[in-house]
């Protein structure tokens, strides 16, 4: 039987390559926003490599709600969540990036449960600090990274009160 870590390892091997970063993004989300529903909210296929959040953000032009599932780190227990727009190290942002950037007001699905958060873009030392601990989380962002002239958005998302 392979060991876990061996099987993340092969993960991430595979999704460092540029095939996975041309497939990926039209399969992935697909899939986990049926298991999604189908669970009721529950399982996220891919949230079994890594934890994630269906987010639901606010069109940047079209001001409709915008469902994204997408890998996040947790903080503190899940009481935040850091958001790379990593876009599979594909030279553009992902539009959910501009979503969050023009209406950071959203909601993430979080194991279940819906709950209103308020994004911020991380800049400066204190998005180099969580870009640390991003590469230990998962070291394929460094891959994306290096093949992207952009520099890659990385969020927090905070709870809102009320």
Known sequence: ???????????????????????????????????????????????????????TSTGARSGLPRRTPLACMPEEDGRSWILVGSNFGRSGHPAWTHNLLAHPDAEVSWKG??????????????RADVWKGLLVFWPPYATYQSRVQREIRVFRLTPVEG
Do not use: Y
């Not at 958060?117 to 204190?126: D, K, P």
């Open 1 to 55: 039987m392979i060991g876990v870590p061996v099987v993340v390892r092969a993960v991430q091997k595979v999704s460092s390559t540029r095939g996975f970063a041309k497939v990926a993004p039209h399969v992935i989300p697909a899939l986990d926003r049926a298991v999604h529903r189908l669970t009721r909210g529950k399982v996220l296929l891919s949230a079994q490599m890594l934890p994630g959040v269906i987010l």
């Open 113 to 126: 449960r819906d709950i209103p958060v308020r994004a911020r873009l991380l800049a400066g030392e204190e």
